[in-house]
């Protein structure tokens, strides 16, 4: 079963700072979604990264993926309280089309 | 695009009765997932649809959880003899006949099992 962490679980930091995090899933995958999460609203597509090398960019936010480390990140730049959701990151068993994998998410704290 | 509508958005139940919730994808989107959120953790994959035929289920859905979308349009997701285990957040997603196209999530259903 293929699974996918996420750290940190928690990340609280100050508006204007930079801050990444990291997305690691345990099997082969040429996709992979990142989504934002509000409290108590539903997920919110944010980027699709298809390939190796891909980076994708909206915003403060920055995602990159390396399918040959099984890594992906999401780069915050100069944080706003705006930011402040959790974010999860979802693979998908290739083959398989359908089944997305999700991360525990990591809860984003911006400070003023 | 009105979006993915779920109902009810809330849900008390007694241990042991049966519950049914609905969900309404987006039109044009052929793809339909159901997902569970516990707090604090990501969405748990259930099943999946394209168009009426449901093609892969969890090996982790108890027989006491069965889904359905008849005409290829909305589905419902009936959990029957609930258990307080069965407390959690139920999640819809829908998303168009691509290959790489992202999930469309609704605003999910909430079940308290008392």
């Known amino acids: 079963e293929l699974k996918v962490e996420q750290n940190p679980l928690f990340l609280s930091m100050q508006e204007g700072k930079n801050y990444t995090i990291y997305c690691n899933y345990s099997t082969t995958s040429d996709r992979l979604y990142w989504y934002r999460q509000d409290p108590g609203k539903s997920l919110e597509s944010l980027f699709v990264l298809l390939s190796n090398g891909a980076v994708k960019q909206e915003g403060r936010l920055m995602a990159s993926l390396d399918t040959k480390a099984r890594l992906s990140t999401l780069h915050i730049t100069a944080a706003v309280h705006d930011l402040s959701a959790t974010y999860f990151c979802a693979v998908v068993l290739p083959n398989t089309g359908n089944q997305f994998y999700f991360g525990t998410g990591t809860s984003l704290t911006v400070i003023p | 695009d009105t979006g993915v509508s779920q109902n009810p958005r809330h849900k008390i139940t007694k241990r042991g009765q049966n519950v049914t919730f609905r969900c309404d994808p987006i039109?044009?989107?052929?793809?339909l997932y159901w997902y569970r959120q516990t707090l604090g953790q990501g969405p748990e994959f259930l099943t999946y649809?394209?168009?009426?035929?449901?093609?892969?289920k969890s090996r982790l859905l108890s027989d006491r959880f069965s889904a359905e979308r008849p005409k290829g349009s909305f589905s419902t997701l009936e959990i029957q003899r609930t258990e307080q285990g069965d407390s959690a957040m139920y999640l819809c997603a829908s998303s168009q006949d691509r290959l790489n196209s992202p999930l469309h999530f609704g605003n999910g259903t909430r079940l308290t099992v008392t």
């Open positions: 039109s044009e989107h052929n793809r």
């Open positions: 649809f394209q168009n009426e035929a449901q093609l892969e």
